[in-house]
């Protein structure tokens, strides 16, 4: 593989589970706003309904892609770059799974709401 | 034991005195022509300071209308000037370009290079925001400044609410300006990545060099939803395409997501440079090496990215469901930890460290006190019920003074005291120091700290005056006291810095003991930085590298012999510091400055209505940046060259991943990104905007978009041929020709679809979003066959062959991303109202 675009693959991997973050909450955002557009207000809805199931299963599937990712850092850790200091290597090993941490609870965090409140009431 | 060597007292040898030559600046009108990055770094601070001295006028200017209720000193048209160029000048010309300087200045020196990896673009950046600022002040002097405040809210802004040239001045000075931040962040991304020294892994790599690429891809990603929105305002005001106007289709909160998308990572783009410089002199006053490097790096990028997802708790008033409201109330809060990690790295580091008490680490403790208490007051404002109370009133003027004065100024402070002996070769007053810190500090607090509570009390922000009796009087006489301690404070400052760069007494080598790269510099450094580009094997090498200064100034590195009059820097592989080639850096050149004037000519005529001008001024630009392209490069291959210690590099114009093949990458990623919020834009009003699209407007004819489509994929499978066939040696003629005939083809197939398949684009914002989006993608097509015949004459003329065929390919990225969007547009605009069962 090319120097340039290992350095791009292995500078993305680092942050991969962030970008995973973004997904969800860029999908989270947009699904529930066009929920809310298409059905219009629901102020009586329950907790659990149509709106938030999907809502949910959006999340879960991000929250298996973050536990993928998990699985990939533990197995299978990044590749060295040639004449990679070891202490490097192990540095972007331990960022990369500092930041899937991250987006792990960032993900439960953002989750919570969207477990509690009914959808589309302004 | 023997004295540390002094690079001071030792005298220059013949390859440093060719060095001095080399980059030097010419006198006279050439300096006009200064690419080199200390000049650059330096004049963005110098005009950065100037703007801020002017901000600071016009603040004081508010305050004195504040002190008393009723008060006839301004009436309310110039306040509301003075209140949105307040904002303007401090966002967007003082606390960016501050950055920016500091960044051009202090990057390659803390990273062990000799300069930037595109000098030129930096030189051509800086021209864009002097050119942009004196437009955006010239209308201030005129009294026809913006006047809808700092975040331009639609319907306010807009042609029926704002009729004059007011909000024009705006659109188009503060776009100029951004297009110096995008440079900006081309330049800096690709020069942390591939402009370091030798060994200097991404581990080894000063975290101040973390926290401004992780800035950098910031403003990569963050400007271009900004300079989208003002494109369209301009648009709607200057033309008539209602894009933000309801009665014809539009949505006025489209702008305030696009003006948002940008405005809420812009906090954390000002901040993270800040926190950076105090990641970096936090080890040197403690004397001991950072605690958490890996926890900081992870901290920053999370926050980098997390602040792309509060951008809504800025519109938590305008009638979003809740759980929305919830969504970012709780991304708001998130964002709060990893701010808090790098806190706590640095009071850790103090903990166990063993810390003196030198100037710097004043202005440090301000920034602990004064920043945790905007945080607080952030996560106040997160919280949604809060939020709908103190919305709009003085408590967010205060919580954004504390956030921006807390964590930009006092570290910026605390970083002017640390670093200038570098720069200037001077000492600092500590006493003078001492006095200017505490009236700032005092000052600030008795001016902010009670205007939570004028908040509170119920007054809003951008108010002219107000009636006596509301409680209001004595809370606004202290914020206009304590403004004017403040102000005193800060021009003591400013004294301070002045006497100790004119008759400040001269300072030792390394007056604080640090042990990072740009401390083994003269004071102040040569214009080539290192005379020697030695490997470093350490965070902190002047602590863990005995020798080190020394081995610089006698040349025991890479690169300390000169070579055809050549400038050169060492490029290495971004992840392991690994030396992969040698840079050749250009000279000086009228070029960036003559391409941000004749920009300037296109902004200027597009805002006295003057199109052809305009036209003119965008064309000039085109030719004069297709001229500054010509020169780079080599007219030969050349063998790989000696760069010393036994190791040879080929050059940069021969190997795969140079600088230039990164920066049409990163330059991908700005102009994907506005291409993405375009689309937001698009699905958006399709979405919200009611009756969207018109009955009648819909007609799917899908041969000329599939003949268009077919233009652009065969344009950009001949740019693919054009490279198989350079690096075998063949001739890439036929090829290139074939992509410029497809890229005129393709852009006349944009044309026909827009002039003749759309109803006129002043009619409805369906028809004027679809008009622009296949402008956009026209654009792009006409820009792929111009870039190929640009390439097919520098192949005439020599600039291309096997070993150098990076022109060949960053032309085929262009042409694969202006392929990929035209699919997706054409996809989008024909494919979604079948899919909706709309098409007729």
């Not at chain 2, 602040?307 to 759980?323: A, E, K, N, R, Y």
């Not at chain 2, 850790?348 to 945790?372: E, I, N, S």
């Not at chain 2, 510091?577 to 840079?583: L, N, V």
């Not at chain 2, 085109?622 to 001229?627: Q, T």
Request: proline letters at 7%.
């Amino acid at each position: 593989m090319r120097p340039a675009l290992f350095s791009i693959l292995m500078l993305l991997r680092m942050g991969a589970g962030l970008l995973v973050w973004a997904s969800a909450f860029v999908m989270l955002y947009a699904g529930h706003a066009l929920a809310c557009q298409w059905l219009g207000p629901l102020p009586d809805v329950q907790l659990l309904n149509p709106v938030t199931g999907v809502l949910a299963a959006l999340a879960l599937l991000h929250m298996v892609a973050l536990g993928a990712l998990g699985v990939l850092w533990w197995r299978y850790p990044a590749r060295a770059a040639e004449d990679e200091p070891p202490r490097t290597h192990r540095f972007r090993q331990r960022t990369e799974g500092l930041l899937l941490v991250v987006s792990v609870v960032s993900l439960i965090w953002l989750a919570i709401p969207l477990l509690v409140t009914p959808p589309c009431v302004a | 034991m023997s004295a540390p060597f002094d690079p001071h007292t030792a005298a220059q040898t013949p390859d440093q005195a060719v060095l001095t030559r080399l980059f030097s600046t010419p006198p006279g009108w050439g300096r006009l022509s200064a690419v080199n990055h200390s000049v650059i770094g330096i004049r963005f601070i110098v005009a950065s300071l100037v703007f801020f001295v002017i901000g600071g006028l016009l603040a004081m200017l508010l305050r004195a209308q504040l002190a008393m209720p009723g008060n006839p000193f301004l009436d309310h048209e110039a306040y509301n000037q003075i209140f949105t160029m307040h904002g303007t000048v401090m966002m967007f010309l003082f606390a960016i370009p501050l950055i920016e300087g500091l960044a051009l200045y202090f990057i390659p020196k803390f990273l062990g290079a000799r300069d930037l990896a595109f000098p030129r673009l930096s030189a051509f950046g800086f021209w864009c925001y002097v050119f942009g600022g004196a437009i955006l002040l010239a209308s201030l002097f005129l009294g026809v400044a913006p006047n809808a405040g700092w975040f331009m809210y639609t319907p306010l802004s807009s042609g029926e609410y704002t009729p004059g040239i007011n909000s024009d001045i705006w659109l188009l000075g503060v776009t100029f300006v951004e297009v110096s931040a995008i440079a900006f962040g081309i330049e800096l991304v690709v020069t942390v990545l591939k402009v370091r020294a030798a060994g200097m892994s991404l581990s080894r790599m000063p975290l101040f060099g973390w926290y401004i690429l992780v800035t950098a891809a910031m403003m990569v990603v963050g400007f271009p939803p900004l300079i989208l929105g003002s494109v369209l305002l301009e648009m709607e005001r200057a033309f008539g395409w209602p894009f933000f106007e309801v009665a014809r289709g539009g949505d006025p909160l489209l702008w305030a997501h696009l003006f948002w998308l940008f405005g809420h990572p812009e906090v954390y783009i000002i901040f993270l440079p800040a926190a950076g410089a105090v990641s970096m002199m936090i080890p040197t006053f403690a004397r001991r090496p950072i605690i958490g490097y890996t926890w900081l790096v992870a901290a920053v990028i999370a926050t980098g990215v997390l602040s792309f997802g509060l951008w809504v708790h800025h519109m938590f008033t305008v009638g979003i469901p809740h759980l929305a409201l919830l969504l970012f109330s709780a991304a708001s809060m998130l964002v709060a930890v990893p701010t808090a990690i790098q806190f706590f790295a640095w009071l850790a580091t103090l903990w166990h460290g063993r810390p003196v008490r030198r100037l710097p680490m004043l202005y440090l403790f301000g920034v602990l006190f004064v920043f945790v208490l905007g945080g607080l007051t952030g996560v106040m404002l997160a919280l949604v019920p809060f939020n709908w109370q103190a919305h709009d009133t003085h408590f967010v003027v205060a919580h954004l003074h504390y956030v921006l004065i807390g964590g930009f100024v006092f570290p910026l402070l605390a970083a002017a005291h640390y670093w200038l002996p570098l720069i200037s070769g001077r000492a600092p007053s500590e006493r003078v120091g001492q006095w200017a810190f505490w009236l700032i500090f005092v000052g600030f607090n008795v001016t902010f700290l009670n205007m939570h509570l004028t908040g509170l009390v119920g007054m809003p922000r951008r108010v002219y005056t107000y009636t006596a009796g509301l409680g209001w009087e004595w809370l606004n006489l202290v914020s206009t006291i304590g403004s004017f301690v403040l102000t005193i404070g800060f021009a003591l400052f400013f004294l301070d810095l002045l006497m100790q760069v004119y008759a400040g007494r001269r300072t030792a080598h390394n007056p604080w003991q640090a042990g990072t790269l740009e401390w083994s510099l003269t004071h102040p450094p040569a214009n080539y930085n290192f005379a020697a580009l030695v490997p470093v094997a350490s965070r902190e090498p002047l602590w863990d590298q005995p020798g080190l200064v020394e081995d610089i100034h006698h040349g025991r590195g890479y690169l300390a012999r000169t070579r055809n009059d050549w400038q050169e820097t060492l490029g290495v592989d971004a992840i392991s510091g690994k030396p992969d080639q040698i840079i050749l850096l250009p000279g000086p050149s009228y070029l960036p400055f003559i391409t941000a004037a004749l920009l300037g000519v296109f902004f200027v005529g597009f805002l006295f209505g003057q199109y052809l001008l305009a036209l003119f001024g965008a064309g000039a630009a085109l030719l004069a940046a297709l001229r500054w392209a010509w020169h780079n490069g080599l007219p030969q291959d050349h063998p790989d060259q000696d760069a010393g210690s036994g190791l040879s590099l080929p050059l940069h114009s021969q190997v795969h991943d140079a600088p230039g093949w990164w920066g049409m990458v990163i330059g991908l990623l700005v102009n994907g990104t506005f291409y993405i919020s375009l689309l937001f834009g698009y699905l958006y009003l399709w979405a919200v905007a009611p009756g969207w699209p018109p009955a009648g407007y819909i007609d799917i004819n899908l041969f000329w978009p599939l003949v268009t489509a077919l233009f652009a994929v065969l344009g950009a499978w001949t740019c693919r041929w054009a490279v198989a066939r350079g690096v075998d040696g063949k001739s890439p003629a036929l090829a290139l020709a074939a992509a410029l005939l497809l890229g005129l083809l393709g852009t006349a197939g944009f044309a026909g679809q827009a002039l003749i398949g759309l109803p006129h684009p002043t009619t409805h914002a369906y028809a004027a979003v679809t008009t622009f989006l296949l402008g956009y993608c026209g654009l792009h097509t006409l820009l792929t066959g111009v870039f190929a015949g640009y390439v097919l004459l520098r192949w005439r003329a020599g600039y291309v062959s096997a070993r150098r065929s990076l022109e060949l390919r960053v032309i085929t990225l262009w042409a694969l991303y202006s392929a990929g969007v035209t699919l997706i547009s054409l996809g989008l605009i024909h494919g979604l109202p079948t899919l909706l069962g709309m098409a007729t």
